[in-house]
């Protein structure tokens, strides 16, 4: 992208195709997967920030994703949908935008988008097994410390009913 930076126009035209992008005659239009990514893109390309990629504290982005995954989607559905629209945003790019220059910048940026999701995402998979491994470690400690309380019982139980043999009549 040598010198060139798209402009607000770019953005504008490219958010022509979101209904295409995102699939809305089939899916619907209320929510459709993968709109977090169509829309950071068009943050994106609006902001002129194809030299540096995308901003990575896209915090818009990362709530989306966040919310995604709290409303229990997969982390494999996420990034899969985001692949979905990143190959409809191609195709339609390549079909609507005739500027060369324009073309590369939308794959760039986009490219920006779908690199930043996937961490977004590894780094929330990586959250959440840290999570689920201290509950697990919790929950063994839980268990070992029931254990030692049945066998401490036990035992008491045991040294009671020797005591009354022992004193019986």
């Not at 073309?103 to 779908?114: F, R, T």
């Not at 410390?145 to 036990?154: I, M």
Request: aromatic share 2%.
């Amino acid at each position: 992208m040598a010198g060139r930076t798209p402009t607000a126009t770019l953005a504008d035209r490219i958010q022509v195709l979101r209904d295409e992008v995102l699939d809305t005659a089939e899916r619907g239009d209320r929510d459709p997967a993968g709109a977090e990514v169509f829309e950071a893109v068009l943050r994106a390309l609006a902001i002129n920030e194809t030299a540096g990629g995308i901003d990575p504290i896209d915090l818009t982005l990362r709530d989306a994703v966040a919310r995604r995954l709290a409303w229990g989607d997969s982390e494999e559905q996420v990034l899969a949908d985001g692949a979905e629209v990143f190959q409809r945003l191609l195709k339609a790019c390549a079909r609507s935008v005739r500027d060369p220059d324009d073309q590369s910048a939308v794959v760039e940026v986009a490219g920006d988008v779908l690199t930043a999701l996937a961490r977004i995402v590894a780094l929330a998979a990586v959250g959440r097994a840290g999570r689920d491994r201290a509950a697990r470690t919790r929950e063994e400690l839980a268990q070992r410390r029931l254990r030692e309380a049945l066998l401490e019982q036990q035992t008491n139980l045991a040294r009671l009913r020797q005591e009354l043999g022992d004193a019986g009549p």
